[in-house]
C-alpha cells in the first residue's frame, strides 16, 4: 500500500514563500514520475508540476519561474518550493504517484 503524506502548507502573505514536502512510502520512489496537484474552492484539481525519475520537470503556465519540484530519492521525498505568492495560489496542495494521492496540505495566500 503506497502512502503520501504532504506537510508544509500554511498561511503566508503574497510575494512570500512555502516550501511543500511529500513523504512517500512506496519501494520503487526512484522510478516513478511524481506530481503536483492543487484544487481550489469551486474548480477542478489541477496539475502544478511533475518530475520524472531523470529530473525533468514541467510546470503549468501559471506557476512556472516561480515554482521548483524537485525529488530526493534517497529520503522518498518530494519537495515544492514557491515562491512569489500569489492570493490565486490558495488551495489545497496534494502529491500524487500512480494512482495514490495523498490528503493534501492546504495553502492560503492573503493579499
Known amino acids: 500500500q503506497v502512502q503520501l503524506v504532504e506537510s508544509g502548507g500554511g498561511l503566508v502573505q503574497a510575494g512570500g514563500s512555502l516550501r511543500l514536502s511529500c513523504a512517500a512510502s512506496i519501494v520503487t520512489f526512484s522510478i516513478k514520475s511524481m506530481g503536483w496537484y492543487r484544487q481550489a474552492p469551486g474548480k477542478q484539481r489541477e496539475s502544478v508540476a511533475t518530475i520524472s525519475p531523470g529530473g525533468s520537470t514541467s510546470y503549468a503556465d501559471s506557476v512556472k519561474g516561480r515554482f521548483t519540484i524537485s525529488r530526493d530519492n534517497v529520503k522518498k521525498t518530494l519537495y515544492l518550493q514557491m515562491n512569489s505568492l500569489k492570493p490565486e495560489d490558495t488551495a489545497v496542495y496534494y502529491c500524487?504517484?500512480?494512482?495514490?494521492w495523498g490528503k493534501g496540505t492546504l495553502v492560503t495566500v492573503s493579499s
Open positions: 500524487n504517484v500512480l494512482s495514490f
